[in-house]
């Protein structure tokens, strides 16, 4: 049995967009490589979802509605832009000022830099789910809803993205 | 300090999380105007090229023009198609039925997105071939002539299991930079009947040529798209030999919204691997428009039931296209489906 289906009101959207742009915009920029790519994604999707308001289930879905909206987005629609404008945003990410604080987590920029890179260059199935996994926390079962898998899937996609990176940081740890 | 590789990764993901901006949504506001504008202006396109199109047709017509070939332009049934919406004709097997399905990014069947043609094709045909075959290993799939870079709309991959091979006709449904796959022939494995996109009923004919051990064809009648769920299935005989001929008909259940694919298939006599594969997309009348039988087995509900209607595809399932009364064994559908359902829900 199911809780009743309800539609969303337009007004819901700007306070969904409140609440959750940061984190969409940190996913899509994980996802992409690229922060101005990023916000060009989630931007979209919620232009989006504004002018065809989805039907969800359940108060509270919208959180990992928006997630699959973003992170198929990523993949699809958005990829080939983002590409082009990669080069600016590359050079501006290396403005002073512009380094990350990484400090309080014991660990050096270098470092974080080359797990990043190594995590970007998984397959995107795998990718997906080590940032949900791994960044977001999100239970197994929460990350085959967002990605529209099953908990098998996931638990494979996890193993095999660990297998590629645990060498990359057993050197680094 | 040494620590646990996860840890060390989960570490790295988030360690100095950049300050994201609360933005605006002014300016989601303003992208949404530009994307109505944008949709306002591809519709009036649309309707231009109609008008355009009907005035070209209506011209000789008016002229008392007695020109044969403009005569055929103008038969009802060319007319119909002219100004039928191309995208949403359904000419795949998978992962995608039509241009707006593969347009929609909601859909992505298990995760699978298929902007690489080779991966689309390699991917169907061990779906294809390794789908509940008495528990027979799955086949050895490989490309040996992949898509080329420059293909825009369609193209063909040559994949091979072991020794045979197949080839893989793919297009590019809609505006979507995904590929679906249109159809396999395999060399030693041609299917002749029916034809492509064909209108069918249950039970479907099916013949072809085939070498096969003991002549042995296997047919199954699937929904298109991004679960072949299993309709029908056959086992049709005909000659030993290179390439003789087998015919036979498959019944199968229709459902949903009328797309289906015809696949045959053969095995090894040693391992019961599939060995080539062959696939044809078709279509059938829906019992009624917009209905769908409900097999009372597996959903045991009574008529006067509300159920919602839900494709696994999108967000998981999680997302529900329409509500509807069950009446007479049947839910009928709304608005049609951005995506066909393949699971109910009872409320």
């Known amino acids: 049995m199911m809780t009743a289906v309800r539609s969303t009101e337009v007004g819901e959207i700007e306070s969904w967009y409140r609440a959750c742009r940061a984190e969409l915009v940190r996913l899509a920029a994980f996802a992409l490589g690229d922060r101005d790519a990023a916000e060009e994604v989630v931007q979209d999707v919620f232009a989006r979802v504004y002018r065809k308001p989805p039907t969800l289930r359940m108060p509270g879905e919208e959180l990992r509605y928006l997630r699959s909206a973003v992170l198929n987005r990523c993949r699809t629609g958005m990829t080939r832009r983002a590409a082009g404008r990669r080069a600016t945003v590359r050079l501006e990410s290396q403005r002073p000022g512009h380094v990350r604080s990484t400090e309080e987590h014991g660990i050096d920029v270098a470092t974080r830099d080359a797990v990043l890179a190594a995590v970007r260059k998984l397959p995107r199935g795998q990718r997906d789910v080590v940032l949900l996994r791994y960044w977001l926390d999100l239970p197994e079962a929460e990350i085959a809803a967002t990605l529209g898998v099953s908990s098998g899937t996931v638990k494979t996609s996890a193993h095999r993205a660990m297998a590629a990176l645990t060498p990359l940081l057993e050197d680094l740890r | 300090m040494s620590r646990d590789p996860e840890d060390l990764l989960r570490d790295a993901l988030r360690a100095g999380d950049d300050p994201v901006g609360a933005g605006s949504f002014d300016d989601v506001r303003a992208r949404a105007r530009r994307l109505d504008r944008r949709a306002r202006l591809l519709k009036t396109g649309a309707a231009v090229i109609v008008i355009l199109a009907a005035i070209g047709v209506s011209i000789p017509l008016l002229s008392g023009d007695d020109d044969n070939k403009q005569r055929v332009i103008t038969s009802p049934g060319r007319t119909t198609t002219t100004l039928a919406p191309v995208e949403d004709e359904p000419i795949g097997i998978w992962p995608f039925v039509t241009g707006a399905e593969a347009d929609d990014m909601n859909i992505s069947p298990d995760g699978f997105y298929g902007t690489n043609a080779t991966e689309t094709a390699v991917e169907f045909v061990r779906i294809a071939a390794g789908a509940g075959d ?8 490989e490309t040996i002539a992949p898509a080329e870079p420059h293909e825009q709309r369609s193209t063909v991959v040559v994949v091979t299991i072991g020794s045979r091979r197949m080839q893989v006709v793919l297009r590019r449904l809609g505006s979507s930079d995904r590929w679906s796959v249109v159809s396999v022939q395999s060399d030693g494995l041609v299917l002749d009947e029916p034809s492509p996109n064909a209108l069918e009923s249950s039970p479907v004919h099916v013949a072809g040529r085939a070498t096969a051990f003991e002549g042995t064809v296997l047919v199954r009648v699937t929904d298109r798209g991004p679960v072949l769920n299993e309709l029908g299935k056959a086992v049709l005989t005909g000659e030993m030999g290179l390439m003789k001929p087998f015919s036979g008909d498959v019944s199968f259940q229709p459902r949903e919204l009328g797309y289906g694919a015809v696949i ?20 059938w009348a829906p019992p009624e428009k917009g209905a769908i039988n ?42 049609v489906q951005p995506a066909r359902p393949n699971l109910l829900w009872v409320l």
């Open chain 2, 264 to 283: 045959a298939y053969t095995v090894s006599a040693k391992d019961g691997r599939v060995e080539q594969l062959s696939a044809v997309p078709i279509r």
């Open chain 2, 294 to 335: 409900v097999p009372q087995s597996e959903y045991p509900i009574a008529d006067g039931q509300i159920v919602a209607v839900v494709n696994e595809a999108v967000h998981g399932g999680s997302n529900v296209d329409d509500l509807v009364l069950l009446e007479d064994g049947e839910i009928r559908l709304g608005p």
């Open chain 2, 134 to 141: 008495n528990g027979a290993p799955a086949p050895d799939v």
